[in-house]
Nanobody
């Protein structure tokens, strides 16, 4: 059964760091684009970062220079390293699998994890 499970969320002070993990089962993660999305209370879900089959990475302007997406093929896991966190980064973070190898658009995602909550507050 195909599954994505996120972990690593929590409460962190502004300026702090967290590393989120997305463990995949039931498919080979490296064959597909994998995206990180987030949804803050009262706001629409937005794309944060994506890594495609060939390894290229993409970031939303709001997180460029602070977040880094990476993939460990041996562990079938995608990571999101988040540094210099800001209160506006507070949200539930989801990882999702694309139907395709290089399409990171939300409409291309066919499987989603249940999310992990990140709270940035002093």
């Amino acid at each position: 059964q195909l599954q994505l499970v996120e972990s690593g969320g929590g409460l962190v002070q502004p300026g702090g760091s967290l590393r989120l993990s997305c463990v995949a089962s039931g498919f080979t993660l490296s064959y597909y684009a994998i995206g990180w999305f987030r949804q803050a209370p009262g706001k629409e879900r937005e794309g944060v970062s994506c890594i495609v089959r060939g390894g290229s990475t993409y970031y939303a302007d709001s997180v460029k220079g602070r977040f880094t997406i990476s993939r460990d093929n041996a562990k079938n896991t995608v990571f999101l390293q988040m540094n210099s966190l800001k209160p506006e980064d507070t949200a539930v973070y989801y990882c999702a699998k694309s139907r395709y190898g290089s399409n990171c658009l939300v409409d291309a995602m066919d499987y989603w994890g249940k999310g992990t909550l990140v709270t940035v507050s002093s």
